[in-house]
Each structure stands twice: as structure tokens, then as C-alpha cells.
């Protein structure tokens, strides 16, 4: 998943998304730097007391999508949400009115009317969010968590929706194709491992430990899906047995310097997004054949797993 595919799925998403819709996504966005947001909810005549995310004793987030942005509907905005926000005895040091320009641009009387809260309310920092500074974030959470941003982006339609075995075919040809291209020496991986321990029969899953609940999420999602699909066609799949122990020994050569969790994610970056030129379906076809040669332990076989 490279920065191109994040920004284009990430345009894609805000040009859609109105209202509820693009504030959830916000809230979801924030909840990747602020763990322990919380959603608010209208109650009543009450509203949401201007506010639509909430950090206690951090920061009062409120969105905002309109169809089109008119400056001054903008501004009044602003100044209402931002005086409620203030009454509701909300704890904050920050308030963040967050606007879907669509990546069209901010009209300057509205970053006008922001630094003039600012100037009027010096105890706490107000700051006006638009669609590119949006993104600037998700990119800075990628470079350190990039399972976060897949899961934001892309799990909730591409892996379970996913059906297209022309791409599976095409990620079998690739990994097979792609290691005689890149040889790499598998030798010292039986230095260490007993090949009981890792089994390269196709038929046998490594099972692993992972700690990590967005990989987890994304990862046993495409174990899914590989159960799905891949059983039912992998006897028409060409190279098929060839890919399983290509996958294992990969893994295998990873693991002589990393715990288990950081192989698997070397193993598939490897195939997967050290290769700029193949596309985010293509992608998403090796992530699930990767997949189909794994399992995630379960919390009781912590000590029994083969991967570890």
C-alpha cells in the first residue's frame, strides 16, 4: 500500500461521504492518534453540545459536511458549535472544526473567523481542519502503523467483498515468477528450525502468535476469505504447491532474526509492497494466498503454536 494508493482511496472516501457518514470517518481518523475518543451523541433539544468527538481534558472535536461550503453558513457555524462546546462544561484544551472541502480549499474569511476565536479565547487552541491536513495525518499514522490505515481505507469493502479469482490466479504466477527473478538463499532458514516445526506441506497451516489487533483484524480476515475461495479452486490454481513452500520458506528465512508477528509482515511486504507496479486488487489477491498458509493462534495454544 503505497502513499498514491492511500491519498487516492482516501479522496475517493471524502468525496462520498456526507454528514453522519464523514463524521464517523473522522472520529475513526482521530481514534488512530486519540485511542479513548469518544463518539457523542445528540441527546434531544440538547444536541451534541457542539460537539462530536470527545477527548476529556484534551479536545472537543466537531464536523462538519455540507453538500456545498458556503462561507458565511461556515462561519455562523463555527461560532455556534464553538460557544456551545464552551457552555456544556466539556473539558478541553483543544477544539477542532473539521470541514469536507472535498480538497477544494478553505474560502479565507473562514481561517479569518478561526483566528479571531483564537484571539478571543487564548486558553484554548482552535484550529480548523480541512480535507488535506486530514490526510497529512493518516499518511503520519501510515509510516508507523500502516495496518491502522488499511483497516480505515480498505477492509471494510475489498476483503470481504473480494471474488476475483482471475487475481488470485495472477498473485499464484506472480510469487512463483517474482522468487526465481529475486532468489533468495533458504538454507540458513533449516539452520535453526526443525523442519517438523515448519512443515512446508501446503496442507499444514503455520500458526502464529500476533499482538497486534489491527493486523489481527486485517490478517484473519484474509484467512477468511483465503478459506473461502481458495478452497474450493485451489486444485485448478497452476504452481499452487510451488507457492505454499516459496510462502513457508520465506517466512522461515524472516524469522531466523524476528519474532513471528514481524516475519509474517516482512513476508508479505516482500511480495506484496516492495512491488510498486502491481495494483491494490492485485495486492489484495497475495495478501489472501499469503493468508491460506497461516492461522492466529488462539490465546490458549500461546505456547503451542508452530510459529510461535
Keep these: 500500500m503505497t502513499n498514491l494508493d492511500i491519498e487516492n482511496r482516501f479522496k475517493l472516501a471524502v468525496h462520498y461521504k456526507k454528514t453522519t457518514e464523514f463524521e ?12 479513548y475518543i469518544q463518539d457523542i451523541k445528540p441527546q434531544g433539544q440538547k444536541g451534541d453540545g457542539g460537539n462530536d468527538g470527545y477527548v476529556p481534558g484534551e479536545l472537543v ?3 462538519y459536511a455540507p453538500e456545498n461550503i458556503n462561507a458565511k453558513t461556515t462561519i455562523a457555524k463555527i461560532q455556534t458549535n464553538f460557544e456551545r462546546a464552551k457552555n456544556s462544561n ?12 472535498d480538497f477544494k480549499g478553505i474560502f479565507p474569511e473562514i481561517s479569518q473567523a478561526i483566528d479571531k476565536l483564537n484571539a478571543q479565547n487564548q486558553q484554548i487552541e482552535i484550529k480548523l481542519i480541512d480535507t488535506k491536513m486530514l490526510l497529512n495525518q493518516v499518511l503520519n499514522i501510515s509510516n508507523t502503523d500502516k495496518h491502522k490505515v ?3 481505507l480498505y477492509y471494510e469493502y475489498d476483503v470481504v467483498n473480494f471474488n476475483n479469482l482471475d487475481a488470485l490466479f495472477k498473485a499464484v504466477d506472480f510469487i512463483v515468477q517474482n522468487t526465481k527473478l ?3 538463499d533458504a538454507n540458513d532458514a533449516y539452520m535453526n528450525f526443525a523442519l517438523e516445526k515448519f512443515n512446508t506441506n501446503v496442507q499444514e497451516k503455520i500458526k502464529i502468535n500476533i499482538k497486534n489487533a489491527d493486523f489481527i483484524k486485517l490478517f484473519g480476515t484474509c484467512i ?11 486444485n485448478k490454481i497452476d504452481n499452487f504447491e510451488e507457492t505454499g513452500r516459496i510462502i513457508k520458506e520465506k517466512f522461515m528465512f524472516f524469522r531466523e532474526k524476528y ?6 509482515k516482512k513476508t508479505i511486504d516482500y511480495f506484496c509492497d516492495n512491488n510498486c507496479k502491481i495494483d491494490q486488487n492485485s495486492r ?4 489472501i494466498v499469503i493468508a491460506y498458509f497461516f492461522d492466529i493462534c488462539d490465546i490458549g495454544d500461546k505456547y503451542e503454536c508452530n510459529g510461535k
Design 24 to 35: 464517523k470517518f473522522v472520529i475513526e481518523i482521530y481514534r488512530m492518534r486519540y485511542p
Design 61 to 63: 472535536l466537531q464536523c
Design 90 to 101: 466539556w473539558n478541553f484544551k483543544e477544539w477542532h472544526f473539521v470541514v469536507n472541502d
Design 150 to 152: 488499511y483497516n480505515l
Design 182 to 184: 529475486r532468489k533468495f
Design 224 to 234: 477468511g476469505k483465503s478459506h473461502e475461495i481458495i478452497e474450493e479452486y485451489k
Design 259 to 264: 519474532d513471528a508477528e514481524e516475519s509474517l
Design 284 to 287: 489484495l489477491a497475495l495478501w
